[in-house]
């Protein structure tokens, strides 16, 4: 079973970056779509952007469109996601996920356990 372990969050100002990484072990981590999901303090967790197993094709929820960007290293067995010009309503906590699906949209087989990412005004 693939295990994922999330880092790089922390607390930025608005306008800031930060990029958040994912380890993955336990698979061949060529073989899924890997996304990142996040969760607002008493929202539900949603998507924010997903990536094909070689990392040509890339699928991003409209609200990050044009300011993160989802990348991936099969070399590395990581996932990355940059955050560019970070608003306060992107405060959550991310987590990464990977599926065995067939498209970008697949349903999640597994998600790992977080990192908190806070933006101040």
């Known amino acids: 079973q693939v295990q994922l372990v999330e880092s790089g969050g922390g607390l930025v100002q608005a306008g800031g970056s930060l990029r958040l990484s994912c380890a993955a072990s336990?698979?061949?981590?060529?073989?899924?779509?890997m996304a990142w999901f996040r969760q607002a303090p008493g929202k539900e967790r949603e998507f924010v952007a997903s990536?094909?197993?070689?990392?040509?094709?890339?699928y991003y929820d409209d609200s990050v469109k044009g300011r993160f960007t989802i990348s991936r290293d099969n070399a590395k067995n990581t996932l990355y996601l940059q955050m560019n010009s970070l608003k306060p309503e992107d405060t959550a906590v991310y987590y990464c996920?990977?599926?065995?699906?067939?498209?970008?949209?697949?349903?999640?087989?597994?998600w790992g356990k977080g990192t908190l990412v806070t933006v101040s005004l």
């Open positions: 336990g698979g061949t981590f060529s073989n899924y779509i």
């Open positions: 990536i094909g197993r070689s990392g040509s094709n890339t």
């Open positions: 996920a990977f599926s065995s699906g067939l498209s970008l949209r697949s349903s999640m087989d597994s």
